[in-house]
């Protein structure tokens, strides 16, 4: 995420500083290098010792060390980074870099940073909405600051409101979507997700123990992408959050089949990640079967292969990603799927692995294309996978472009 990435925490004098421990934690486990400087009045809050401690680095407030008179240069600070955030920012730390009041070693930094810089507010709500502060904000902004909007919730003073500083997970995916902006993919998708319910009579099914979530999550970042989303779902419990995905919902893998077939000519990307039952009841019961002998037969026939038939018909300019689960055999069943199918693509989860599958809200995939390239995604939480896919997938689609 932020692999590399050398990044200034500036810490003002506010009750939120008590979040920068979490905000360095979580900075150095992204992948970043961090160096602290506080304000005199931030050490009231919260600890040198704590911060240097979890940043690896000596944390800096003076501009120089009494004992030894070595000088903290805060022009080489703010040539080393590749930004700069300042969280919390107080209204008075704000003031000072609006208007270049240069009386600690953070706003000097600041004054000499040509990084970019971000400012995560926090104040009470009324300081907040005051006319000079807003007027502060602007006038940041208008010189190329970022600012990280404060949210609203319970403040220390016990009012409720809007001064809150966004939590140190909401500043780091800004940083990392700023240095690592989420490709565009002006594309119209078709995909399947969930799993199929196949009758055998009005009550009883055969299906499985998908949920959806995976098929589901990558809809999600890809209509983030700017993609036009259609998801033909079978029976699942998980809703979109994005309402410009259509949904079109089915129960059987015939019906699955027939609402995909009719979408499918019109598309740019094809995602098969439902999990289709391979069989149906020949003879699903119009009424309840009643309980009577110590066995019951079932003759069932073949479903249709949704991702194989629409693979027939796939053009050149189309791209098609299938998914597979697997339990033995994992990667050669994979690739023979590739050809089958017609796949650009596959990924692979595996039974195998602990927090993958069915059911979970993590999966550990492979995946896998047709030049026999694996790309071996670590375990890590379904939305995180999602934008993973989605990236690879942006990658093949404007590279055929």
């Not at 150095?28 to 931030?42: D, L, S, W």
């Not at 909401?170 to 196949?198: C, D, H, M, R």
């Not at 300019?317 to 033995?328: D, H, K, N, P, R």
């Not at 989860?349 to 694996?374: E, M, P, Q, R, W």
Request: aromatic residues 6%.
């Amino acid at each position: 995420m932020l692999d590399g990435k050398r990044i200034i925490l500036g810490i003002s004098g506010g009750i939120a500083a008590y979040k920068a421990a979490i905000l360095v934690r979580l900075l150095v486990k992204a992948g970043a290098e961090v160096r602290v400087v506080m304000t005199p009045f931030a050490k009231n809050f919260i600890t040198p010792l704590t911060l240097s401690t979890l940043s690896k680095n000596s944390v800096l407030s003076e501009f120089y060390k009494a004992d030894s008179g070595d000088w903290n240069s805060h022009v080489d600070l703010g040539l080393w980074a590749d930004a700069f955030v300042i969280a919390p920012a107080t209204a008075n730390t704000m003031a000072k870099a609006a208007h270049a009041v240069a009386d600690n070693l953070l706003i000097t930094t600041y004054l000499s940073a040509r990084c970019p810089v971000f400012f995560a507010p926090a104040m009470d709500l009324d300081m907040f909405r005051h006319p000079a502060v807003c007027h502060n904000i602007e006038l940041l902004k208008s010189r190329g600051n970022h600012i990280i909007d404060a949210e609203t919730g319970e403040l220390a003073s016990g009012l409720d409101g809007k001064g809150r500083m966004a939590e140190p997970e909401t500043i780091v995916q800004t940083l990392s979507e700023f240095f690592n902006p989420k490709q565009t993919l002006n594309a119209k998708v078709l995909l399947t997700a969930g799993p199929t319910y196949e009758a055998i009579d009005p009550v009883r099914f055969i299906g499985n123990r998908s949920s959806g979530k995976m098929g589901y999550a990558i809809a999600e970042a890809l209509a983030e992408c700017g993609a036009h989303v259609t998801i033909v779902s079978g029976p699942v419990s998980v809703s979109v959050k994005n309402q410009k995905i259509k949904v079109i919902r089915v129960e059987s893998a015939q019906e699955m089949f027939e609402a995909s077939a009719k979408i499918f000519p019109n598309c740019d990307i094809a995602v098969f990640t439902a999990a289709v039952a391979d069989y149906s009841p020949q003879f699903p019961a119009n009424q309840k079967i009643k309980k009577s002998e110590q066995s019951l037969n079932l003759v069932l026939k073949k479903n249709p292969d949704i991702a194989a038939e629409l693979g027939k018909l796939k053009s050149d300019t189309q791209i098609s990603v299938g998914f597979a689960l697997e339990t033995e055999n994992e990667i050669e069943n994979a690739k023979s799927k590739i050809s089958s199918k017609n796949f650009d693509f596959i990924v692979l989860n595996s039974l195998n692995d602990a927090g993958a599958g069915f059911g979970t809200d993590t999966n550990k995939v492979k995946i896998i294309d047709k030049h026999n390239t694996i790309l071996d995604i670590e375990l890590k939480s379904k939305q995180e996978l999602a934008q993973d896919i989605v990236d690879v997938l942006c990658e093949h689609f404007n590279r055929q472009k």
